[in-house]
């Protein structure tokens, strides 16, 4: 099985724990708490699943919309924090 991509695997998450099967047309730039989809409970199950699933640490100062809020955001969110443990491309280019 191919793997999925961050937003594959959070859109499902949210599909399953949040929309509870419920035809949702849910778009990656959604908000979720402006749609109802996800409340304060919510986001701390989120965090979860994206501390156990990518093998991150959210921090307190980082539960912010911008971060947790969209499909789009967490996908950013998750790819920054793990490019900053991973090396850069570039400099394993350079010589």
Do not use: C, W
């Amino acid at each position: 099985m191919p793997s999925m991509t961050i937003a594959q695997q959070v859109r499902s998450f949210v599909g399953e724990n949040y929309l509870m099967g419920q035809e949702y047309n849910l778009k990656d730039a959604d908000s979720f708490l402006e749609n109802g989809i996800i409340d304060s409970t919510g986001v701390l199950q989120l965090v979860g699943f994206l501390e156990e699933t990518f093998g991150i640490t959210v921090e307190e100062g980082e539960l912010r919309p911008e971060n947790l809020d969209s499909i789009n955001n967490i996908s950013a969110y998750v790819t920054r924090k793990l490019g900053g443990t991973l090396p850069r491309a570039d400099s394993a280019a350079s010589h």
